[in-house]
């Protein structure tokens, strides 16, 4: 087996995944983890499972490897993002203690807000319609059961910030009525032809910028 992976600095610096591996470091933002991942599979020479899974796992996270002090800023501030994001699922939570009850939770119940099953980037709900002779949306998959859910997409919300000026959608009263209808406070509408088809979406590539 090979491990693609930067060369093995004893006191790396910010940077040290270099150009090569920035995606890496994107998605796995403690670098303090990696670095100890790296020093780690020196240690041990091996990959052994399930032998040797729980020494590779607690090595990293336990933090029983001091980092450098050049990656240690880039790991305060993902920590920092880990209790923010245990404070937000707290807050989601419900006491199952008190079971089917307006008291299990503050915000649960609350017919305007939607709730993720997942941290981290927001996203929003593409709903995907024509409109018909009368000039009423008409979900784009024309099925009896779960039209409008068979019809829906979903994008990230700095993409959808980002690209929603090049699609066409209905205005703003009759999108208030569709999120009213439908209980989706926060949904939005993209316009197709009937065939499905538009400059910005097609059934291959499906939504494009």
Known sequence: MHILAPH?????????????????????????????TQA?????GEIRMPDNARALVDGVYEQKIAAPAGL????DVAFGKVLSQRSVAAQNLLRY?????REASDFLWDKDREFSTRLGEES???YLARKDIDGQLRPLVDEIDFCWEKS??????????????????????????????HHRP???????????????????FGLVG
Do not use: M
């Not at 600095?9 to 995606?23: C, D, N």
């Not at 240690?72 to 790991?75: G, K, N």
């Open 124 to 126: 929003v709900d593409v």
């Open 72 to 75: 240690q800023t880039i790991s």
């Open 97 to 101: 203690d008190l079971g089917y009850d």
């Open 8 to 36: 093995w600095q004893e006191q790396a610096e910010e940077g040290w995944l270099g150009q090569e591996l920035k995606g890496t470091g994107f998605v796995y933002t403690d670098h303090a983890c990696l670095w100890r």
């Open 40 to 44: 780690l599979l020196r240690q041990h």
């Open 152 to 181: 829906r997409l979903s994008v990230r919300k700095s993409w959808w910030q980002k690209n929603s000026g090049t699609f066409q959608c209905p205005d703003e009263e009759t999108l208030a009525c569709f999120r009213k209808r």
């Open 186 to 204: 926060s949904g939005q509408i993209v316009l197709v032809s009937d065939a499905g088809e538009a400059s910005y979406y097609s059934k291959r």
